[in-house]
């Protein structure tokens, strides 16, 4: 029986060899047959959608990825999604990097003057300017812009909600915004309901983009459909399939010089393995090294490409937030104490690689009103054990729970076990729990979340914009989970954006921050990441965005 | 036959209802305001609660299920909070995606895994069983991300053969194919093998044999037509599998597809979103059970002459 099978089962083994080899071939083939490039050649170009050819990429065009896809190209509907807005569209002003600092510049304002009270401010706009649609921008676009953020459901109303009749306008009470007046196509002045000396950072944010009044009455598909999303910006949308890639490619109507940057793909590459190897080769130009592991970066980039490394802080914070309704952190002995117990230098080294600074205070270091002499906690363990001992707590005693979100990156997962352990040193409990996204932001939210570490990033150069956030009011205090009790301060934090004099409001805001760091120890200031991006061998220069978000200007960027 | 077909059919409509009812039920029981994940950090509580009312999520229950289930019978499954888009075209074109991958990673898997377990069978306990079922061994227990991975770095990077991701050429999908058909395919192969081998000990392989048949016949013709049985189930839970969404291998491979819009909802407690891919997979789900039960009956009269 054994030996009449094995007679039979040879022309069957040969047979399936014979096709396991042909289908093996015909893969190798196939595979073979449609590159001509030789393996050593790095010239590959992906089209949009992936597919590999063996032509040279384009003059002109730039290949970039992001690990997540936009939500809307529409600024209205987001709070994060600026790539395209940036690009596409323009602002009145601009905060722009010039000789390494950001400074607010003139875009669409051609010229401004401000009020002693600094109430009204009366603009005078760039005049030949159009659309990519060639409709011309003036003055009532502006207005519309203002307008629209507070009618269409928009998600940005916080700059426009600072005019006169904003609030009317917003509940339906009013059909256009009263504190919005336009003299003429290029003569408009806005006056706000109380001073706010940052009012000019705030109009360069990606929120405050311009938009076509005349086209907006005739399209239905603006900030989805890219045909119906015109701006006055360097660029135009022309494509953006979902999940997958958007393309954006120069606007020969642009008013401002013609950027070197012709063409750039943004495709969207969820696995930073992936986004590292299509870089290495030769098929993404840039590279956001912020969504590599860092391991990666040590070991690959900062060796073999450290001269195509450009470094910008990320001008925002990492911090601890310790919620002042906790049996014990209510104490201000045991926030000093837990302040004094973390080595912040020792982090940034280990878990940073060093690219990260150590901030001391509430405004991050690049922003207007940053204060280098701030002296923040040192790093005393035995000290913040006495303290600790001082006011009657025993090891072991004090308990909370450092609620970390699942989505958090890996170096802040590490972040928290880190804090976790040095807590642990001075004999206080910090238990790190992993909540999913959407349960970690709905109790923090709820003001009852105990502790946790998050990063804010600036969206304008302004210290309002993130003392205001975490304590400009009791509301604010309390859906960050910090509840901050001193009512006094509060009113001081809302009411310092309308301090006219420059000198007084930056002073205001340092006395401030001493005492919410360093009297109150009412949050942990821990440090400021650095931004890495690595330019591949088609990119001269880049100058990122001044706040180091993943977006930028693709006009920032030269190609050789 | 058809009595039974239609009461299956009859079954799977009841269980999409009840499907879509809990799905329904837990999103909202669950902690977390999909609306503050939607509006991101610097959105403030005001915006919030208007965007909560101008998409209906105050109403009661009662009223956004009827709403949902009337708009989901009209094929409108609502627009993604987190795309931005209406649910249904962002799963149209992702499913072309995925049946691409799915079917591509089928082919494979069958083709390899088939051959490779009868291979196996014919010639078990000699080296080309060793040589077979090491590399089905190697299928099943080498992660998908890892096949994933080596595959990229050798034919993208290094031979420079293939695209190292994307979706718009039918080459993108030869190496994702690979990496989440191998796996199935050593599933099958073993499978194959070991029914393969049982079936060749039966009275009636004798027969054939003792009839002058040659092996090859009788392989193919007597003895894997009964191995197919198991297989066949085996074949269609694995394609269901894959059509309802291949998370890893399109997240690696970046292609977009059901799976990686999966994630997106669940990440972003996307309701609209997640309502329509998980009622997307349970309908692929179902619909592979019953594609499997038929072919049961196509491939075995007894199961035929029983329903």
């Known amino acids: ?560 | 036959m058809r009595q039974s077909f239609l009461r299956r059919l009859a079954e799977s409509v009841v269980i999409l209802i009840g499907v879509a009812l809990l799905i329904f039920i837990m999103l909202r029981v669950v902690p977390g305001n999909p609306i503050e994940i939607m509006m991101g950090e610097h959105a403030n509580q005001s915006t919030v609660d208007r965007m909560t009312a101008e998409l209906g999520l105050d109403k009661p229950i009662y009223v956004q299920f009827f709403r949902y289930i009337t708009g989901a019978l009209r094929g409108d499954f609502g627009t993604s909070y987190s795309l931005g888009k209406p649910v249904s075209s962002l799963m149209r074109s992702a499913f072309g995606n995925t049946l691409k991958l799915s079917v591509s990673a089928a082919v494979f898997a069958w083709v390899i895994g088939i051959l490779c377990g009868v291979l196996s069978a014919v010639r078990a306990g000699g080296p080309a069983d060793h040589i077979f079922m090491g590399f089905s061994l190697m299928g099943v227990s080498m992660p998908v991300f890892m096949t994933a991975m080596v595959l990229q770095f050798f034919f993208g990077y290094y031979l420079h053969w293939l695209p190292i991701s994307g979706s718009g050429s039918w080459r993108n999908f030869i190496l994702p194919a690979i990496a989440l058909g191998w796996n199935s395919a050593g599933a099958i192969s073993r499978l194959t093998r070991s029914t393969l081998l049982d079936v060749l000990q039966e009275d009636y392989i004798e027969t054939a044999r003792a009839k002058g048949l040659t092996e090859t016949t009788v392989v193919l013709f007597h003895a894997l037509r009964n191995t197919m049985l198991p297989v066949v189930t085996m074949m269609a839970i694995q394609f269901s599998g894959m059509l309802s969404g291949a998370v890893i291998t399109e997240t690696v491979f970046s292609i977009n597809g059901i799976g990686r819009l999966s994630v997106l909802a669940i990440s972003g407690r996307d309701i609209p979103l997640l309502q329509g891919t998980v009622l997307f997979s349970t309908a692929v789900v179902i619909l592979g059970n019953l594609i499997s039960d038929s072919l049961y009956s196509v491939l075995d009269p007894r199961i035929r002459r029983e329903a």
């Open chain 1, 1 to 560: 029986m054994k030996t009449q099978n094995r007679f039979h089962k040879s022309t069957l083994i040969k047979s399936a060899v014979t096709l396991l080899t042909a289908l093996s071939l015909s893969v190798c083939l196939t595979a073979c047959g449609g590159s001509q490039t030789d393996a050593g050649d790095n010239s590959q170009t992906p089209s949009p959608s992936g597919a590999v050819s063996s032509v040279a990429p384009e003059e002109g065009l730039l290949r970039t990825a992001v690990l997540y896809d936009i939500t809307t190209l529409d600024v209205a509907k987001t709070t994060d999604d600026y790539m395209v807005p940036m690009n596409i569209f323009d602002r009145l002003f601009e905060t722009r990097m010039v000789d390494g600092t950001a400074q607010v510049l003139k875009s669409l304002c051609e010229d401004y003057s401000i009020s002693e009270d600094g109430m009204r401010y009366d603009f005078v706009l760039k005049s030949g300017v159009v659309f990519s649609n060639g409709s011309a921008l003036t003055a009532s676009d502006v207005k519309y812009s203002f307008e629209r953020l507070l009618t269409a459901a928009a998600q940005n109303t916080d700059i426009p909600l600072e005019v006169v009749g904003a609030d009317a306008l917003m509940k339906k009470e009013a059909d256009s915004l009263a504190g919005f007046e336009v003299t003429d196509d290029t003569h408009f002045s806005i006056t706000l309901k109380a001073p706010n000396a940052g009012f000019l950072a705030e109009l360069s944010s990606p929120a405050m983009s311009i938009v076509d009044a005349e086209t907006m009455a005739q399209v239905k598909g603006f900030g989805t459909d890219p045909a119906d999303t015109i701006g006055t910006g360097p660029y135009i949308i022309t494509e953006w399939e979902a999940n997958d890639h958007y393309t954006l490619v120069y606007n020969d109507k642009y008013w401002g010089p013609e950027p070197s940057v012709k063409k750039l793909i943004v495709r969207v590459i969820p696995d930073p393995s992936t986004q590292n190897l299509m870089f290495q080769n030769g098929e993404l130009d840039m590279i956001d090294l912020i969504n590599l592991d860092s391991a990666i970066v040590e070991s690959s980039y900062k060796k073999t490409h450290a001269d195509k490394i450009v470094t910008t802080p990320r001008v925002g914070l990492t911090y601890l937030v310790m919620n002042e309704e906790n049996e014990y952190l209510r104490d201000v002995n045991v926030r000093k104490a837990i302040g004094m117990a973390i080595d912040v230098d020792t982090i940034i080294q280990n878990l940073y690689s060093g690219d990260a600074i150590r901030e001391c205070g509430i405004i991050p270091t690049g922003i207007w009103g940053h204060n280098d002499s701030l002296a923040g906690f040192s790093y005393d363990p035995e000290g913040a054990k006495k303290l600790l001992s001082d006011a009657g707590y025993v090891k072991g005693q004090i308990y909370f729970e450092l609620s970390m979100d699942s989505s958090a990156t890996s170096d802040t997962q590490l972040l928290y076990q880190d804090i976790s352990q040095e807590l642990g040193k001075i004999g206080i409990n910090a238990e790190v729990k992993t909540y999913d996204h959407a349960s970690w932001l709905a109790l923090r939210n709820s003001g009852r979340m105990d502790s946790f570490i998050a990063r804010w990033g600036m969206d304008y150069n302004d210290p309002s914009n993130i003392m205001y956030t975490f304590f400009g009011s009791r509301d604010n205090a309390r859906g960050r989970s910090i509840n901050y009790q001193d009512s006094e301060t509060i009113a001081r934090v809302a009411a310092a954006p309308s301090i006219v004099d420059d000198q007084k409001r930056m002073a205001e805001y340092q006395a401030l921050e001493k005492k919410i760091i360093l009297d109150d120890a009412a949050w942990i200031p821990l440090l400021e990441e650095l931004h890495l991006y690595c330019m591949g061998d088609r990119v001269e220069s880049f100058i990122p965005q001044w706040a180091g978000f993943s977006d930028f200007y693709a006009a920032d960027v030269t190609l050789k």
